[in-house]
């Protein structure tokens, strides 16, 4: 569980596949090629087998992503998986193209149908109601009174209006429509070219809006929300 639910509609920046079956950033291989893994949930308990099937799919699902990258776009991607960077934030930073983009999203979800299909009925259960709980934010899952869902909404509000205020008016305009078209924010913010000072000042606006998020939360709720990260 993690503290950026309640922004993601407004801040999430990035390409991600959905709850429990996420791609996350690891220390490139030593050949400097992105490294790649699939964080399933724990108490999916996967077999020794489903998790050497799941390492090919896995494989073979990098090797397909790299493909779509221009030269360019995998040394700059590589240099900064080297700095440490965060996956979402990686590729948001290789300007990929609409047919990059559909392309990735593509190889992305025949990936996650993949493994899901290695599941049992009982795994698939078990990760769908994970999907849901993740979906149903912190309302659902600390038990959150009406005072702190209405102070989190100002919260979220006030958050909101300061990443605005940190784009150009082409940029503002530019979010606005991928909105209309029904585009995931994630991808409307990844196609906004955000320059590193823009990206730096959201990261920083997204923390604050965390801490005082979680200043709002009971030492039981805290501690909740602690061991369900």
């Known amino acids: ?6 922004l993601s ?4 920046l990035g390409i991600s596949l959905s709850p429990n079956l996420s791609v996350v950033a690891q220390t490139p291989a030593p050949n400097n090629s992105p490294r790649m893994e699939y964080k ?19 494989q073979s699902t990098q090797s397909q992503i790299e493909a779509v990258l221009t030269p360019e776009q995998k040394a700059q991607w590589q240099a900064a998986q080297q700095n440490g960077q965060k996956m979402r934030r990686g590729f ?5 193209t609409d047919a990059q983009k559909t392309r990735i999203s593509e190889i992305k979800k025949q990936s996650k149908e993949q493994m899901k299909a290695l599941l049992t009925p009982e795994q698939v259960q078990k990760w769908e109601q994970a999907r ?4 149903g ?10 005072a ?9 509000d006030a958050t ?13 305009t530019q979010l606005q429509a991928a909105k209309q078209s029904g585009q995931k924010m994630r991808q409307a913010f990844a196609s906004l070219n955000l320059t590193d000072a823009q990206k730096t000042r959201i990261e920083e606006i997204k923390n604050q809006s965390k801490e005082q998020m979680k200043a709002l939360l009971t030492p039981e709720q805290r501690q909740q929300l602690e061991q369900g990260r």
């Open 40 to 58: 399933w949930g724990a108490e999916l308990n996967l077999t020794e087998a489903q998790k050497a099937q799941m390492e090919q799919i896995k």
């Open 9 to 12: 509609g407004a801040i999430a």
């Open 137 to 146: 934010g912190w309302g659902k899952n600390l038990n959150l009174t009406e």
């Open 92 to 96: 948001a930073s290789l300007n990929l």
């Open 132 to 135: 849901a709980g993740k979906k």
């Open 1 to 6: 569980m993690k503290l950026g639910y309640l």
């Open 160 to 172: 909101k209006a300061q990443i605005e205020a940190v784009l150009t008016p082409e940029q503002r």
């Open 148 to 156: 702190q869902k209405a102070q989190m909404k100002q919260i979220k």
